[in-house]
């Protein structure tokens, strides 16, 4: 045998060992490799599914406002050009009507009552003289002893004792009054909110002395859009929420006749416990409950938040998740209001949703309890 011929039977028998080793990995079916096949199709996790739900949910309208008192009352000053004396409360004192609150110097109001008192002595004397000269005057009239200008002088001057009289009592009864101006009284049950009396000070009439908030009463005045006034009634209960993070419930009391027009809000008062949490000139938020409507809702663990919007997981026929998008409503609870974007008959991953993406397989169970209802990881064995 020639050296070329040789060198062409190497070439041809490589060529049918390569021919032979190709066979040999190509499947006998004429399929894909098996194992890819298993790999591709192999659940990423097991997960229970859900569906819509009809939900009894309550109809609630929000409101934000300020706490302030019910009535507050100003305290002053009655009596004019008087030294304050004492101050018997401070601010946060609970006081009862007609308490002492604070008391001015009396003594020279005192001595001018005692003059008042000895000016009415005396026009009470001068009374009692000129009624007896008129009726000694009167008695005399038929006798034709004095004449008759003599006796209308003795009446006149009868007159005009009784008119000094009255005045004298007029003004002793000013000062009295002034007298017991000297002591600064409650107006109503309540608490003081504010003071402003200084031990020393010599006051006008009028000043400013304490603030009083009447009956220790505080009212929620919230502000709620127009359009939904027409839904708020007197006796209305109201949840609302201070800013410690405690929770009061108030009553509606009244809604105002009137919107702002720039706002486009109108005002509604909610009278609130006395004994609560709440303070004056706190700001809160709260809501009232005014009904209940049917809706379909899905579990909160079910609505995924992705780039802004609510999307869930629904689960085709053949296992494989699509990512869809819904609008979502109220959240009461555990459960949250889908308002569009899903069937009622559409399966989606209860939980664990986090985890998949848009096409990846997922292995569904009946049981949740065989998932992790915070993770969609299976509690015990693993995806088959």
């Known amino acids: 045998m020639t050296r070329q011929s040789a060198g062409v ?27 890819d096949a298993v790999a591709a199709q192999k659940p990423a996790l097991t997960v229970s599914v859900t569906s819509l ?25 009655e009596a004019d050009g008087l030294r304050l004396d004492d101050v018997k409360v401070n601010v946060g004192d609970s006081v009862t009507r007609n308490q002492v609150l604070a008391t001015f110097a009396s003594e020279t ?52 004792a009784q008119a000094r009289l009255e005045a004298a009592r007029a003004t002793e009864t000013t000062q009295r009054l002034r007298l017991t101006q000297t002591r600064v009284l409650a107006p109503d049950d309540g608490v003081i909110s504010a003071r402003s009396a200084t031990v020393g000070a010599v006051l006008p009439a009028g000043q400013e002395l304490f603030r009083l908030i009447r009956g220790h009463r505080l009212e929620w005045r919230a502000e709620v859009a127009a359009a939904d006034l027409a839904r708020l009634q007197p006796g209305q209960v109201a949840q609302l929420r201070a800013a410690d993070d405690q929770m009061v419930e108030g009553r509606l009391r ?5 919107v702002d027009t720039q706002t486009r809000n109108g005002l509604v008062y909610v009278d609130l416990p006395t004994d ?64 569009q974007g899903l069937d009622t008959e559409a399966q989606v991953v209860r939980s664990g949703g986090g985890f998949l993406g848009d ?17 969609g990881l299976p509690v015990s064995g693993g995806a088959q």
């Open 9 to 35: 039977a190497l070439t041809v028998a490589a060529l049918m060992i390569v021919m032979i080793v190709a066979l040999m990995a190509w499947p006998l079916d004429g399929e894909p490799n098996r194992d």
């Open 109 to 160: 109001v005192s001595a001018e009552l005692a003059q008042r008192r000895a000016a009415t002595a005396e026009a009470e004397a001068a009374l009692a003289e000129a009624e007896a000269n008129a009726q000694r005057a009167r008695q005399l009239q038929s006798s034709g002893a004095l004449s008759a200008q003599q006796i209308n002088q003795y009446m006149t001057v009868e007159r005009t």
């Open 276 to 339: 609560g949490p709440a303070r004056a000139g706190m700001f809160a938020r709260g809501e009232f409950e005014v009904g209940s409507d049917r809706v379909m809702t899905l579990p909160q663990s079910a609505v995924l938040l992705r780039d802004g919007f609510s999307y869930v997981l629904r689960v085709g026929s053949d296992g494989k998740v699509i990512q869809t998008k819904v609008t979502v409503g109220r959240r009461v609870g555990q459960d949250v209001e889908i308002t």
């Open 254 to 258: 009244m809604v105002a006749p009137t």
């Open 53 to 77: 739900q009809p939900t009894t949910l309550p109809i609630r309208i929000t409101a934000t406002g300020n706490i302030m008192p019910w009535q507050e009352a100003s305290v002053g000053t």
């Open 359 to 375: 096409g990846d397989v997922v292995r569904v169970v009946d049981d949740p309890g065989h998932v992790d209802q915070a993770s």
